[in-house]
C-alpha cells in the first residue's frame, strides 16, 4: 500500500503561483511513476502532468504546458507541481497519484493508477 497526502492548495488571484506538495509513505517512493490529475466542478477527472520513477521524463496536458512544472524528490518522498501563470479555469482540487509503469498511452487514464490521494483545493479568482 502506499498512502499519498497533498497539501498546498488554496485561492490566488489570476496570474499567480501555487505549489502543490505530495507526500508518499508506504513501499519505496521510488518504485512508482506519479501523476497529477485534477477535477474542475461539475466534471470528470483530467490528467494534469506524470512523471518518471526517477524524475528524468515527464509529461504535460497541452492545456497546462509551459506553466506547470512537475518534480519528486524521491529522498523525500514527494512529489510537487508547481503551478506559474493560474487562470480561473485552473480552479479545481488536484489529486495526486502513483502506478507502477510509466509512458504509454494509459498514463493519461484514471484506472492506470493504483492509489490516489485525497485532493487539494485550488481556486484561481479572475
Known amino acids: 500500500q502506499v498512502q499519498l497526502v497533498e497539501s498546498g492548495g488554496g485561492l490566488v488571484q489570476a496570474g499567480g503561483s501555487l505549489r502543490l506538495s505530495c507526500a508518499a509513505s508506504?513501499?519505496?517512493?521510488?518504485?512508482?511513476?506519479m501523476g497529477w490529475f485534477r477535477q474542475p466542478p461539475g466534471k470528470e477527472r483530467e490528467f494534469v502532468a506524470g512523471i518518471s520513477w526517477s524524475g528524468d521524463s515527464a509529461a504535460y496536458d497541452d492545456s497546462v504546458k509551459g506553466r506547470f512544472t512537475i518534480s519528486r524528490d524521491n529522498a523525500k518522498n514527494t512529489v510537487y507541481l508547481q503551478m506559474d501563470s493560474l487562470k480561473p479555469e485552473d480552479t479545481s482540487v488536484y489529486y495526486c497519484?502513483?502506478?507502477?509503469?510509466?509512458?504509454?498511452?494509459?498514463?493519461?487514464?484514471?484506472?492506470?493508477?493504483?492509489?490516489w490521494g485525497q485532493g487539494t483545493q485550488v481556486t484561481v479568482s479572475s
Open positions: 497519484a502513483a502506478r507502477a509503469a510509466w509512458g504509454g498511452t494509459s498514463m493519461t487514464r484514471t484506472y492506470a493508477y493504483d492509489y
Open positions: 508506504g513501499r519505496p517512493f521510488s518504485r512508482y511513476s
